[in-house]
């Protein structure tokens, strides 16, 4: 329990110290570029993001389970290459869509720091799935300490062009540690059949990133740039419950599956914290309006919302680390599917309406929906028991 305690506590550190740093970046990024540029960024950034994930087979959230997994070197090496592969198919889709509109610097930044994210989110994984916390809470550090330097020296130096160094410091990084970790082939078509769940569970988590692109659709560039500043601001506040789930998943899938007796204090910390959240909500919104500047003045009521949402999230998010423990990624899954679509439906419906004013009751509605949908998931679970995913046959 200690060494649990002592993991818990670095990944919770780890995690505050990354979101400082990706919020100082995003900061600078934001007010070197202005709210319009700056929805350009965020539109490729989450273009990228969205692709990696549904071509990613849930690698990175099936590898916190390794030690469950019957043969847990040979499923982990054939995951990796399964991200990597999922990494160059990207990268080489969204290079033809970037040349087919004249290749904008920010939109190829954002695509840039989008897959150094996708390798450095499967390395932290891996190391917390094999039980090396304090491995992957470096990762993490490190994966957020890159792009802040190169940000903050964009800053003192003028231009933006030195935000390259980071995603490409990142990537190569992540590729060197994990060469060494080859293992014996595994059949991917059994590994990916398996994977069903955990691929349906990151397709569904990232739903939120079509936010820009239906916004952009609907409202323009600079509201783009507006309301992803605001979700910046809440992203960043979900990661005490997200290091619950980094950290309990492997620990707890390591005994079968058990999680009886996890659930009650996981929720209980949860919603202290959701309520923490709340209460420091003036204070968040003061000081995120102050370091954005004065172009971002109008994103206050988004701020205030996306605050409230990721406090509601801790909650959907103690839930969900649940539903992992058992193997039931697909359930959790099915409840955030649920719950992101209806918000995204609404979203449009504001585009389709002209009603820029409502966009702050888009992340609150869709965090309630997921909520509830996350509550019968776990109904669900304790009548069906847990799940193991098999793996694919060794060749």
């Known amino acids: ?10 990944r ?18 934001a007010r070197l570029t202005g709210p319009s540029d700056f929805g350009v960024f965020i539109l490729w950034n989450s273009a990228t993001l969205i692709l990696g994930g549904i071509l990613s087979f849930g690698a990175s959230t099936r590898v916190l ?6 043969n ?22 969204i290079l033809g869509a970037l040349f087919s509109v004249g290749m904008p610097a920010l939109g190829a930044i954002g695509v840039a720091f989008a897959l150094a994210d996708l390798v450095a989110d499967f ?15 470096w990762t993490v ?12 020296a964009c800053l003192q130096i003028g231009g933006i062009w030195f935000l390259w160094c980071a995603p490409a410091v990142m990537t190569l990084w992540c590729l060197t540690r994990a060469l060494p970790r080859r293992a014996p082939g595994i059949r991917l078509r059994g590994l990916v059949g398996s994977s069903r769940g955990y691929w349906a569970l990151t397709i569904v988590a990232n739903l939120n990133l079509l936010e820009p692109l239906i916004l952009r659709t609907g409202f323009g560039v600079q509201t783009v740039g507006l309301y992803s500043a605001a979700s910046r601001i809440g992203n960043p506040l979900t990661i005490f419950v997200s290091a ?20 009650r204090p996981i929720l209980f910390v949860a919603s202290a914290y959701a309520v923490l959240v709340v209460v420091a909500s003036p204070l968040i919104v003061l000081v995120a309006v102050v370091l954005f500047g004065s172009e971002y003045n109008g994103s206050k009521p988004l701020i205030y919302a996306f605050v409230f949402a990721a406090a509601i999230s801790a909650i959907s998010q103690a839930l969900q680390v649940d539903l992992l423990i058992r193997g039931h990624a697909g359930l959790a899954a099915t409840a955030i599917a649920t719950g992101a679509t209806l918000g995204l439906v609404w979203l449009f419906i504001l585009g389709r309406i002209d009603w820029p ?17 996350m509550c019968f998931a776990l109904l669900w679970s304790n009548s069906v028991g847990s799940s193991t995913p098999s793996e694919g046959t060794a060749e």
């Open 1 to 10: 329990m200690n060494r649990l305690i002592g993991a818990m506590s670095g």
């Open 12 to 29: 919770v550190v780890s995690r505050a110290i990354g979101a400082v740093l990706q919020a100082l970046t995003l900061i600078v990024v």
């Open 65 to 70: 389970r390794q030690s469950a997994e019957e």
């Open 72 to 93: 847990p070197e040979i499923t982990s090496w054939a995951l990796f290459k399964v991200r990597w592969f999922s990494v160059g198919i990207s990268l080489v889709l």
């Open 123 to 137: 390395e932290s994984a891996w190391l917390a799935g094999a039980l090396r916390p304090v491995a992957s809470s």
């Open 141 to 152: 550090v490190a994966q957020k300490a890159l792009p802040a330097i190169s940000a903050v």
């Open 244 to 263: 619950m789930q980094t950290v309990f998943v492997p620990h707890f899938s390591k005994r079968d599956g058990t999680a009886k007796g996890t659930l």
């Open 357 to 373: 004013d409502a966009l702050p009751s888009v992340p609150i509605f869709s965090q309630v929906a997921i909520l509830v949908m």
